[in-house]
């Protein structure tokens, strides 16, 4: 049998797991951040005739540029960020947003290069950098999780990073970013500065996006996803918008024809039903507020979110309470800092079993 050792792989990738939380058949997954209310009938019904209409059309390649998609993903920014003013040459998607960062990684890192975050953030952020042959620079928020301006300058100015990354709301805290901390980055960042926006629907209505930011920032990169507030997770359908100037630069690193002609006809139609999709959200917001308010009722340490998450604690054995849930059937995520576990906000049904779980793994550790 052949191992991966016996194969002439890069050594930089020597010893490394593929990345990923389990992927487990239970009753409650509240793991990894999606929205848990599936499409309505209608729109699985426009859905299906959707992928109808493209399926006559794929002996052919799909539109490269993925244009009509973009204009419609410009649409919606410029509805959820009003005057951001956004059109197609502004905008670009791929599949996920993960894919939208690999492109940013390979067209403005590489060998020789770096990039910046400040932890605990997303840990795809490191590996992505990683993979392309950026160099990781690990700066760190701030002990409640937030981003002082003056604190973030400095990791810049100290590191001079070829890329930025910028996390708000961010993952796994829940904490979104002052746009004064992000001006701050933008004025001293000597590169691109990517603001990962992936669970922007999510903010509170004080927390404008960094969108509002784009017009005189050409390196300024702001990504999205339709993975979580739109309810789309499985469609992979990540996209960004930043200057037409940093479009022309991804679109020498992609692969051509990399967004099927399926996955264009299928987010379109989404997009056509954003009102829906969006429509669960204000629930997941309340739901949230209430979640906060429960763990912290219960006595436990909880950060502040602007997410359909939120990261609590602190367990000096968190894996025993992941495992104690788990064996309840909720399936929650053990990342970010030790001592800390993350919740995705699902249906109140779900949240009850979360709590009710919850409060049998205490009672049980006591
Ligand atoms: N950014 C952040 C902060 C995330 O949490 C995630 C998903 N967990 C992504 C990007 C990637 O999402 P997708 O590829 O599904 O768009």
Redesign the pocket.
Known sequence: MTSLNDLPLRDDLRGREPYGAPQLDVPYALN??ENPYPPSERLVKALGEAVMDVAGTLNRYPDRNAVALREDLAAFLNTDTPGAGLTAERVWAAN???EVLQQTLLAFGGPGRSALGFEPS?S?HPIITGVSGTRWVNASRDEDFGLEPARAVAAVEEHRPDIVFL?SPN?PTGTALPLPAIEAVLAAAPGMVVV?E??AEFRRAETPSALTLLDGHPRLIVTR?M?KAFAM?GTRL?YLAADPAVVDALLLVRLPYHLSAVTQAVARTALAYGEELLGGVDALRGERDNLVAWLRGEGLRVADSDANFVLFGTFPDRRAVWQGLLDRGVLIREVGPPEWLRVSVGTPREMAAFRAALNDVLKESL
């Open positions: 990894t951040n996920g947003s993960n997303y795809m996390t993952n990962d992936a669970y996803t993975s997770a990540g």
